[in-house]
């Protein structure tokens, strides 16, 4: 047969499915008992009274038959185990960096770094501070200054990179500032707490170099680095014949180490890395470690899960598979654009943002109307988003409140569990929702914590 193979426009999942897991259906009764009972934070709602979690993409994703292989056949030793070994080559085969101190989740990394760099007169430059990131720094008596680019914080503007580090800011808040009172450079691929919109490799470089021009070390936050890797694949000069994985090769060779979540583009359940090339700072960075996370030859995590990292790190740069992730993003924008509901634009790595403030306008910015919006997806279709707005970031360190910058919902997509029916149906949900947005009420705090207050505020929502 001698066919014309045509251009496929169909992106299918790159996998099929070995092992199932039930998901669980409620009535419109039981998730009004249940959001009530949580205090109405989504947070606080157990997983089975959740029909599709898109809570977070952190440590959700399922692992490949080869990553439980690797596990089973892991070595647990206390120090110097195999399974480090092979941990720690996957980790500088990708990034380069000299040092891999393995921790047990992407905070405890970044605990540890800024517990050596930051005290009350030190400020970090980042494109977007994920909270985790600035809340640490805080703790610290440290400012975190975000420093995005314009688009970047204008959910409807298109622009194929609207994560960049503003690099006229950057160097303005360094001369402003001062480099002594500035322990690192940071950037964050894809700027999660920005829309999950990637960093140019162009910005990268740029950005490293006005760092290393003030002698300031340059870090990336690396957390979704091979979903990074792919836009810039795919929409920047220069780069559409290279892999994936030369693109983060390229990527992390600009800079002087990084933090790492491994539930993310590690593709585990748990775990993460501290990474970086200066000796001095590794082994101070060791010696806290030892005190807070483990033996440096596991830090907080499993032989076993340093086995599935070190598989994973190689699984999230597959081409196939970051086509069908990126993808299955994109056709949740298209879908929900087509119906109305206002996004930010255009759809980045791992989460949909719905602009809950463009959406809701009758809300006012005082009573969270991406808090409501989440809570009205559970209502009508028992899906469990999360609120990137004014309850995740409005709360100051001095008390008082601000709106943040954004009232986003994001819709964030576990690695390798959802398929296209289960989007067709979040599209049908958002759809109903917005056809009685009026309906939705804003929503008041009724108790929170001083940090971090999100994950165990309780709400009241208003008549
Ligand atoms: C998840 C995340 C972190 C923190 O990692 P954890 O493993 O959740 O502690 C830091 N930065 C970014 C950009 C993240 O997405």
Same mark, same amino acid.
């Given at each position: ?10 992106? !299918?999942?790159?996998?099929? *499915? ?42 959700? %994703? ?49 605990? !540890? #770094? ?14 977007? &501070? ?28 298109? &622009? ?9 800011? $950057?160097?303005?808040?360094? /001369? ?7 322990? $690192?450079?940071? *950037? ?24 290393? /021009? ?16 792919? +836009?810039?694949?795919?929409? /920047? ?7 994936? !994985?030369? *693109? ?21 359940? !748990? ?19 030892? #005190? ?10 499993? %032989? ?6 070190? $598989? ?21 924008? /298209? ?52 609120? *990137? ?18 009232? #986003?919902?994001?819709?964030? +997509? ?50």
């Amino acid at each position: 047969m001698q066919f014309e193979y045509p251009h496929i426009k169909t992106i !299918i999942e790159p996998f099929r *499915i070995k092992s199932l897991e039930p998901i669980f259906f409620t009535t419109p009764q039981e998730r009004q008992q249940a959001l009530a009972a949580a205090g109405y934070n989504p947070f606080r709602l157990h997983a089975d009274q959740v029909l599709i979690d898109l809570l977070t993409d952190s440590g959700t %994703g399922a692992m490949s038959a080869r990553q439980w292989a690797g596990m089973i056949s892991s070595d647990e030793s206390y120090a110097g185990a195999s399974s480090f070994y092979r941990f720690e080559a996957a980790v500088k085969d990708i990034t380069g960096f000299k040092h891999v101190i393995p921790t047990h989740q992407g905070r405890a990394a970044e605990h !540890i #770094l800024f517990t050596m760099l930051v005290d009350s007169s030190k400020t970090v430059l980042n494109n977007t &501070h994920f909270d985790t990131t600035r809340a640490n720094i805080e703790a610290l008596r440290g400012q975190a200054l975000d420093l995005v680019i314009p688009e970047g914080r204008q959910p409807q503007t298109l &622009h194929p990179f609207k994560g960049n580090i503003d690099l006229g800011a $950057l160097r303005a808040a360094i /001369e402003r500032i001062g480099p002594a009172n500035i322990p $690192l450079v940071m *950037i964050t691929v894809t700027n999660n707490s920005g829309g999950g919109q990637p960093v140019s490799m162009a910005n990268i470089r740029a950005a490293s170099a006005i760092a290393h /021009e003030y002698g300031l070390p340059f870090f990336i936050d690396a957390c979704r680095f091979a979903e990074n890797s792919w +836009f810039i694949k795919t929409r /920047e000069d220069g780069y559409a014949d290279k892999a994936p !994985i030369d *693109i983060a090769r390229e990527m992390f060779s600009y800079a002087d180490g990084c933090t790492m979540s491994a539930k993310k583009d590690g593709m585990a359940n !748990i775990g993460g890395f501290l990474a970086m090339n200066n000796d001095e700072l590794a082994q101070r960075c060791r010696n806290l470690e030892i #005190l807070t996370e483990g033996f440096p030859t596991y830090g907080g995590m499993a %032989g076993y899960d340093l086995e599935a990292i070190a $598989l994973g790190l190689y699984e999230a740069l597959n081409p196939d598979y970051l086509r069908y992730r990126i993808r299955s993003i994109e056709y949740l924008g /298209e879908k929900l654009t087509a119906a109305g509901i206002p996004i930010v634009r255009p759809t980045g790595g791992h989460a949909l943002y719905i602009d809950a403030r463009a959406m809701l306008p009758h809300i006012a910015l005082e009573h969270y109307p991406a808090w409501s919006l989440n809570n009205a997806l559970y209502l009508m279709g028992g899906i469990r988003g999360v609120e *990137i707005g004014s309850v995740m970031f409005g709360l100051q360190p001095d008390g008082s409140e601000k709106p943040a910058a954004m009232d #986003l919902v994001r819709l964030a +997509f576990p690695r390798r569990v959802y398929t296209q029916s289960h989007v067709d149906y979040m599209v049908e949900i958002c759809a109903a929702i917005n056809q009685q947005r009026e309906k939705v009420t804003g929503h008041r705090i009724v108790w929170q914590a001083p940090v971090l207050r999100h994950f165990t505020v309780q709400m009241q929502p208003l008549p």
